[in-house]
């Protein structure tokens, strides 16, 4: 399977004459091809025809069927072998290891909402049976299973090629909710999103799912975008990216005469609480992995630790010294793309400007066309009187706020907006201390960890990767993990139907062999 430069409508696949996008090598700055045409308003409004034509019939497939779709997907995408994969290493400037780790997480997602299909547990079948005797008065019969939203718009991440794009994480979730989607591309992967997206559309075939399950638009500017968000047909949006990206979207969605759900991973900078005990006898060690953990695919992970929190003392000193040593003998990497790198190195050169900032650290320098890890330090009341310190610097870059005590900690705790993780170094010495720190964190974070860092998101069914805004625009939910499912269902009830209009989830007897809720108890599967 070959990149040619097509979006795919359904089961066309086609030039777009709106415009050109080409990818960009971003170690090489060379320009890749071919040119990808962007989509013009007249293939937006047929991809959201066909998906709203399918919308019904892909929703009411028997499970079976939708899993094995999901299924097929994921052997699809393995099956694109070195393709794939030197592809999305020429676009994203991504070591091949880490991009085939993301290719398997990529995989393993749509296997897992697989399964979560398979067991019908994300229907959360309902039943309160009629009780006709019931006094004073009688009680109908209700019975309740949630559907899916409808057609969704997915938005490709520029960090996540793989798992936050075309098959990523919020098309899984959408598809194994019953919602055909459609994804607008990353302008900077655009050959990794059309084998991707071939992957996808061949499932489709292959396992007949109505033609409108699945489409592949390239937008050369905002047009197309903007009109997915406000097509009357899509009834969700999921997107990975930045803040001022994130909410022009919500804006949008909230503008529209029927209001939508937009699910937005925006901004956040992971603080760091680093307590006495663990401080005093393991600075060092905490000093270094912090270090490999800012590092890591060169700070371009959502959860990476972009603040440090902690009582001022040679401790800390001891910290900082470590984590600058580690840095000293850091690469210097390749970024996404120059955008991000631009980007980056203004945050750096806005840091080192500041009078209340001092940098303790370096990571080597390399090519023009990479960027170096930095730490840096500022005390407790610059970072309370400055909120500029506290915006995220989306790179190898962290801040060490030195604080008087743990009092300070938590009132700087209280200041920061909305997080996706908060990680506590802590000793059985500390527990107390921080037990004090919780309730803040639980009303700012969405995933806290106790002597680790928050990059590394495990796909499973107990994970959170979300938080209050601004590191999503619903702190309700996940983007990671077999909960994201529920970003794009909604409950329907059924009163007093007769059993054969009822859907088979609710029927009496248990046809489909579901963990169902009678009278408020869960049943065990037929």
């Known amino acids: 399977m070959n990149v040619f430069g097509e979006m795919l409508i359904g089961s066309a696949a086609l030039r777009g004459t709106n415009g050109a996008i080409r990818a960009v090598n971003p170690a090489t700055?060379?320009?890749?091809?071919?040119?990808?045409?962007?989509?013009?308003?007249?293939?937006?409004?047929?991809?959201?025809?066909?998906?709203?034509?399918?919308?019904?019939?892909?929703?009411?497939?028997?499970?079976?069927?939708?899993?094995?779709f999901l299924e097929a997907i994921a052997a699809n995408i393995l099956a694109l072998g070195d393709e794939l994969v030197e592809r999305c290493v020429g676009e994203s400037g991504l070591p091949r290891a880490r991009v085939e780790g993301e290719r398997g997480r990529t995989v393993g997602q749509l296997r897992m909402f697989a399964a979560l299909v398979r067991s019908g547990d994300f229907l959360d079948a309902r039943i309160d049976p009629a009780q006709p005797d019931r006094k004073p008065l009688p009680r109908v019969d209700l019975r309740m299973r949630n559907i899916g939203l409808g057609p969704v718009a997915v938005f490709g991440a520029s960090n996540f090629p793989l798992a936050f794009s075309v098959a990523g994480g919020d098309t899984a979730a959408a598809l194994a909710a019953g919602c055909p989607v459609i994804v607008k591309a990353h302008s900077a992967h655009p050959g990794t999103s059309e084998l991707v997206g071939r992957a996808v559309r061949q499932a489709v075939a292959d396992c007949g799912m109505p033609e409108g399950t699945f489409s592949l638009l390239y937008d050369s500017g905002r047009e197309i975008g903007q009109g997915l968000v406000c097509d009357r047909r899509i009834k969700a949006v999921g997107f990975t990216g930045s803040r001022a990206g994130g909410t022009a979207l919500m804006r949008l969605a909230a503008a529209r005469d029927e209001p939508i759900p937009v699910y937005a991973e925006m901004s956040s900078i992971n603080p760091v609480l680093l307590f006495p005990a663990a401080l005093a006898n393991r600075a060092a060690a905490i000093g270094s992995a912090f270090a490999g953990s800012l590092v890591l695919g060169a700070g371009q992970f959502c959860t990476n630790p972009g603040l440090v929190l902690a009582v001022d003392g040679p401790d800390l000193d001891r910290f900082i010294a470590a984590a600058a040593v580690a840095l000293a003998d850091s690469p210097a990497a390749t970024m996404l793309t120059p955008g991000i790198r631009l980007s980056y190195e203004a945050g750096i050169a806005a840091f080192a400007a500041h009078p209340a900032v001092r940098i303790e650290a370096h990571g080597r320098a390399g090519t023009?066309?990479?960027?170096?890890?930095?730490?840096?330090?500022?005390?407790?009341?610059a970072l309370r009187?400055?909120?500029?310190?506290?915006?995220?610097i989306f790179g190898a870059a962290s801040l060490v706020v030195r604080c008087p005590d743990l009092a300070t900690m938590r009132e700087l705790v209280e200041l920061l907006d909305g997080q996706l993780t908060a990680a506590l170094h802590i000793d059985t010495a500390d527990h107390a201390e921080a037990r004090r720190f919780l309730p803040a964190l639980e009303r700012r974070v969405g995933r806290i960890l106790v002597n680790g860092f928050g990059t590394g998101v495990e796909v499973g069914h107990a994970m959170v990767h979300g938080g209050p805004y601004p590191a999503t625009s619903d702190g309700r939910s996940t983007s990671v993990g077999s909960a994201a499912i529920f970003r794009f269902l909604r409950p329907v009830s059924y009163q007093d139907f007769p059993e054969q209009l009822l859907p088979e989830a609710l029927k009496p007897g248990n046809p489909l062999a579901l963990v169902r809720r009678t009278d408020g108890v869960l049943d065990a599967a037929a």
């Open 385 to 392: 009187s400055h909120p500029a310190l506290r915006d995220e």
């Open 29 to 68: 700055g060379e320009t890749m091809e071919p040119a990808f045409g962007g989509a013009t308003p007249a293939d937006l409004e047929r991809a959201c025809a066909l998906a709203w034509q399918a919308f019904d019939t892909f929703r009411d497939l028997p499970l079976a069927e939708r899993a094995g």
């Open 368 to 381: 023009p066309q990479q960027a170096r890890a930095t730490l840096f330090s500022t005390t407790a009341a």
